[in-house]
């Protein structure tokens, strides 16, 4: 399996380390979230990806989407899958496409060659797409979200996404015994655990406390680190020892 953090910036002359916009992409055909998706890569790389599974609402999660979706129609019959929860879609066809802010294309879809399709997502009932099992689980942040267990034969990865201290993830991580990597967020430094608090996202000291809560060692992926604090975030991470930490590189394959 390899998941690919999306780079933010669209220069194809420098990858920055910076992550504004969140979007992995598993095996180049399945991604989870759209933030960054619709500005990265050529449009043919673009359209090889079959379905978007979305954590939550919140635009660093689907800014490009609507660009994304542009830009993969190909006019076939076949189309981009927009998978998420209801409280999701709800908010895509109220907020997103609703002919002010984009046009609404799950609307306008011709019955022919649609622009999308969008698909129910139920929490902790599992779905296979592309090859892979995706089972999506609730954490907990200020509006409702999921995080994702990816499994492909005897390769799991957790994407917990956007969340801040939360428990029901960490039991799917724990009977999972071919675990291989946790993309986990570190939002904010330490300094700002007031602001983590009220927004339901973490710091080093709160990512520490959550990898605490596996059984098993894994590989353990820092990602959606604020840009203005990254330096500071990465140093908090590193001094606190935790085995096997990486930070989180953009438009770098992690291959499991």
């Known amino acids: 399996m390899k998941v690919t953090l999306v780079p933010s910036s669209v220069?194809?002359?420098?990858?920055r380390p910076?992550?504004?916009?969140?979007?992995?992409?598993?095996?180049?055909?399945?991604?989870?979230?759209?933030?960054?998706?619709?500005?990265?890569?050529?449009?043919?790389?673009?359209?090889?990806?079959?379905?978007?599974?979305?954590?939550?609402?919140?635009?660093d999660h689907i800014a490009s989407l609507p660009i994304f979706v542009e830009n993969a129609y190909e006019g076939k019959s076949s189309c981009v899958t927009i998978h998420a929860s209801e409280p999701v879609l709800n908010s895509l066809r109220k907020d997103v496409f609703n002919d002010r802010v984009w046009?609404?294309?799950i609307r306008l879809s011709?019955?022919?060659?649609?622009?999308?399709?969008?698909?129910?997502?139920?929490?902790?009932?599992?779905i296979e797409l592309e090859g892979l099992r995706i089972t999506p689980i609730p954490v907990d942040h200020v509006v409702p979200t999921f995080g994702f267990?990816?499994?492909?034969k005897d390769v799991a990865v957790l994407i917990v996404g956007d969340t801040g201290p939360t428990e029901t993830i960490w039991h799917y991580a724990n009977r999972t015994p071919h675990l291989k990597a946790v993309f986990l967020e570190a939002t904010?430094?330490?300094?700002?655990?007031?602001?983590?608090?009220?927004?339901?996202?973490?710091t080093p000291t709160l990512f520490a406390g959550e990898i605490r809560k596996l059984k098993?060692?894994?590989?353990?992926?820092?990602?959606?680190?604020?840009?203005?604090?990254?330096?500071?975030?990465?140093?908090?991470?590193?001094?606190?020892?935790?085995?096997?930490l990486e930070i989180g590189t953009m438009d770098r394959g992690h291959t499991f």
Do not use: C, W
Not at 149 to 152: A, H, I, M, S, T
Not at 188 to 202: G, R, T
């Open 216 to 244: 098993q060692r894994t590989r353990v992926v820092a990602v959606h680190i604020k840009a203005r604090f990254r330096e500071q975030v990465v140093r908090e991470l590193e001094k606190l020892g935790i085995p096997e």
């Open 110 to 126: 011709p019955p022919n060659a649609p622009f999308l399709k969008v698909a129910v997502l139920e929490s902790e009932r599992t």
């Open 149 to 152: 267990l990816v499994e492909e």
């Open 103 to 105: 046009p609404d294309m």
């Open 18 to 59: 910076h992550q504004f916009l969140t979007s992995y992409r598993i095996n180049d055909t399945v991604a989870i979230d759209a933030g960054s998706l619709g500005l990265a890569g050529t449009v043919d790389e673009q359209a090889q990806v079959k379905h978007v599974l979305l954590t939550h609402t919140h635009m």
């Open 188 to 202: 904010f430094p330490d300094s700002m655990a007031a602001l983590a608090q009220v927004s339901k996202h973490l």
């Open 11 to 15: 220069s194809a002359a420098e990858v």
